[in-house]
């Protein structure tokens, strides 16, 4: 458990880079009785994809599993749930290396202070590795998954990927599986991608409706194929951070496009737009949204000299008796599955090139080439499943 004082900030060495605001939250009871989630969009630069929060229903109240940003929204939300299902009585941060997971588990934990905080090992922050305690988990209510037990483990199984070795520190993720509704809750290692824009642009579609355009002259317009086409392209950018089919322009181009007339709003950034979509753009989404998966991301700068863990932990996932559905932290809400999807994805990661050198990840590979050259992430394949059994 972590003796340290009870912190006012949250994570506060990054609270300037992280308001909170009012950012809108769309709730969603998934089962009813049991299982809740609550969306906000995550991102910067309009290439901006769903962060979820999940709240499990357990014997003692309620369960949070990675908290979003506690808005007033969103706690006046978790209040209602709290007087007809129980207090909230387990706030679980699940990642060791996921920031935007991260950052909101402080102030949640001071919004509910009779609440346990189970967090991950090997907990670490960056450009300074400061203590655990440094990082506003609250004083003597804060556990460690695996080293100092487990919660609610008459319903929920917990599984963990890692630690393994990033260089800058480790990578953990704990899943939970609910084995009273089937349910398998994952944070960032796999998910799936929706072929439509998730319901929380429906809150403001600008994200979607900036990148649907051809150029910088062109207003915003919002109907139901430009959605999807934004849609489209910010999949890709969150998955390869530069799309295959993408080219920037020459600063003359982009500037001779700008501040055209019903573009000189900050909302459509007074028309800068500095990409060209070439024809095909689009050939890679189709891939991207075949069911589960692993984020191009992941598998290319954080999973590529450890595919056995990974493979051992999908194949861990898919032996849990019961399984229906994966609520992942990302994109969609809710995807059916059963143990043989996740046997299938095991053996269709094994079979093939790992990591994937196609040339979408072309610029993923570059990084991780240069990461690597530069002696910031470990050379060598990492061993096992880790040490969370
Ligand atoms: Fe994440």
């Not at 357990?58 to 599993?65: A, D, N, W």
């Not at 007033?72 to 679980?92: K, S």
């Given at each position: 458990m972590?003796?340290?004082?009870?912190?006012?900030?949250?994570?506060?060495?990054?609270?300037?880079?992280?308001?909170?605001?009012?950012?809108?939250?769309?709730?969603?009871?998934?089962?009813?009785?049991r299982i809740w989630t609550f969306e906000q969009l995550h991102g910067v630069w309009y290439v901006a994809v769903p962060i979820r929060m999940t709240i499990l229903k357990?014997?003692?109240?309620?369960?949070?599993?990675a908290p979003v940003a506690p808005t007033?929204?969103?706690?006046?939300?978790?209040?209602?749930?709290?007087?007809?299902?129980?207090?909230?009585?387990?706030?679980?941060l699940p990642t060791a290396s996921g920031l935007e997971h991260k950052l909101p588990v402080p102030a949640m934990a001071r919004a509910f202070p009779n609440a346990t905080v189970w967090i991950t090992q090997q907990q670490w922050s960056f450009p300074l590795n400061l203590p655990s305690r440094w990082l506003g988990f609250p004083a003597g209510r804060t556990r460690v998954l695996f080293d100092e037990g487990?919660?609610?483990?008459?319903?929920?199984?917990?599984?963990?990927?890692?630690?393994?070795?990033?260089g800058l520190g480790a990578f953990v993720e704990v899943a939970c599986f609910d084995r009273v509704t089937g349910t398998l809750l994952v944070t960032d290692a796999l998910l799936a991608i929706p072929k439509e824009p998730p319901a929380i642009f429906d809150f403001d579609p600008t994200p979607l409706l900036f990148h649907a355009r051809e150029s910088g002259n062109e207003p915003l317009l919002d109907y139901p194929e430009q959605r999807r086409k934004g849609w489209m392209r910010t999949v890709l950018f969150a998955s390869y951070l530069r799309p295959l089919g993408l080219e920037v322009p020459f600063w003359r181009e982009i500037f001779a496009n700008a501040f055209a007339p019903g573009c000189r709003t900050a909302r459509i950034h007074f028309g800068l737009y500095p990409f060209r979509w070439k024809s095909g753009w689009d050939s890679e989404f189709e891939t991207l949204t075949n069911g589960i998966c692993v984020a191009p991301v992941l598998e290319r700068l954080v999973f590529p000299r450890a595919r056995a863990p990974l493979l051992a932990w999908i194949r861990k996932l898919a032996g849990l008796q019961g399984l229906e559905r994966l609520v992942p932290a990302h994109y969609a809400r809710s995807q059916p599955i059963n143990g043989s999807d996740l046997v299938h994805l095991a053996n269709e990661l094994e079979g093939r090139t790992w990591p994937g050198e196609t040339d979408a990840m072309g610029t993923l590979g570059q990084i991780d080439h240069w990461l690597l050259r530069i002696g910031l992430v470990p050379q060598d394949e990492q061993p096992g499943i880790g040490n969370t059994p």
């Open positions: 972590i003796a340290n004082s009870e912190h006012r900030w949250p994570w506060w060495p990054l609270l300037p880079l992280y308001p909170y605001g009012n950012r809108p939250t769309l709730v969603c009871e998934l089962l009813k009785g357990v014997r003692e109240g309620l369960l949070i599993y007033p929204e969103v706690l006046t939300q978790l209040r209602r749930l709290e007087a007809e299902h129980g207090r909230v009585c387990t706030i679980v487990l919660p609610h483990p008459d319903q929920l199984d917990w599984i963990g990927l890692g630690p393994l070795d990033l």
